[in-house]
């Protein structure tokens, strides 16, 4: 079985009891992983249990869920930010999402919409929305792409790449299916990615992002499995620097909500009116 390995631990991060699950040293993502054996799940069993992996992170039904972005640097918050994130999905299957800036209040009431490919941002100061791409940073190593609600099966080209026993985030030892992803549709945050899913019950437990160069850009953990909208869904994200692990972003997740969302939340020309529950 192969544990989490030494350079990462759980240290206090702030004042309390709130603790944050943080990289020592780069030793995480230059170590190689070994498999107890190729898997033989063919191409379509790989895509559907990256769908799968979808209805873990994501209800079907129209939903509402608030985000809290924490930044850290050397395991000292340097930031942080809430959202409240509005999710429907449309007929073809991929998801529409409207987020709200709730905190800080500099932000408070500025929207990113998502419809289609189109990301745009809205502030309510100048009534002005501005073009934006997936890649750009919403707060520390949390792109835009990484905040909207993204349906994986449907935007990336899924290959298994093998199975082993791993240790989560959570100090769970899990059987997992390590799966490579290709883009196969335009404007997608990540050109690649490898995702670690549990067999089983295809909980997403580990992911790394990569550049169109290769590099490695991030590589996020997902923990604290709680019930939400009737299954367990992680509550918490915890995203690394592919080159600076002292770098570090939460995202925790909370309030998820079933919700009659308006098909009018996700037009541009709609959100110089929008106006919170």
């Known amino acids: 079985m192969f544990d989490t390995p030494p350079a990462v631990q759980?240290?206090?991060?702030?004042?309390?009891?709130?603790?944050?699950?943080?990289?020592?040293?780069?030793?995480?993502?230059?170590?190689?992983?070994?498999?107890?054996?190729?898997?033989?799940?063919t191409a379509p069993e790989a895509q559907a249990l990256l769908a799968a992996?979808?209805?873990?992170?994501?209800p079907t039904r129209p939903f509402s869920v608030v985000v809290n972005l924490l930044e850290f640097r050397g395991g000292k918050q340097v930031d942080g930010n809430t959202l409240t994130v509005y999710t429907k999905a449309d007929p073809g299957g991929a998801f529409r999402t409207l987020i709200r800036i709730v905190a800080p209040a500099r932000d408070a009431?500025?929207?990113?919409?998502?419809n289609g490919n189109d990301l745009w941002f809205y502030d309510p100061a100048s009534q002005a929305s501005v073009r934006l791409s997936p890649q750009q940073r919403l707060l520390g190593q949390a792109a835009n792409g990484d905040v909207v609600t993204v349906n994986l099966a449907r935007e990336y080209a899924a290959e298994s790449l093998g199975e082993e026993d791993m240790v989560d985030g959570d100090k769970v030892a899990r059987r997992a299916v390590k799966l490579q992803l290709t883009a196969a549709v335009p404007d997608v945050t990540y050109q690649r990615a490898e995702v670690w899913l549990e067999k089983t019950s295809a909980l997403p437990l580990r992911a790394r992002f990569y550049a169109d160069s290769g590099r490695l850009l991030?590589?996020?953990?997902?923990?604290?499995f709680r019930p939400a909208l009737g299954r367990d869904r992680p509550s918490e994200v915890v995203i690394i620097d592919g080159l600076d692990p002292a770098w570090i972003t939460v995202l925790r997740y909370s309030d998820w909500t079933y919700r009659n969302i308006p098909d009018l939340w996700f037009q541009r020309d709609y959100l110089p009116r929008f106006k919170p529950e």
């Open 10 to 41: 759980q240290y206090e991060a702030g004042t309390g009891s709130r603790r944050v699950w943080l990289a020592a040293t780069t030793g995480l993502f230059a170590c190689g992983f070994g498999f107890g054996h190729r898997a033989n799940a």
């Open 53 to 58: 992996s979808d209805l873990v992170r994501n």
């Open 109 to 114: 009431d500025k929207l990113m919409l998502k």
């Open 218 to 224: 991030k590589t996020a953990f997902y923990r604290k």
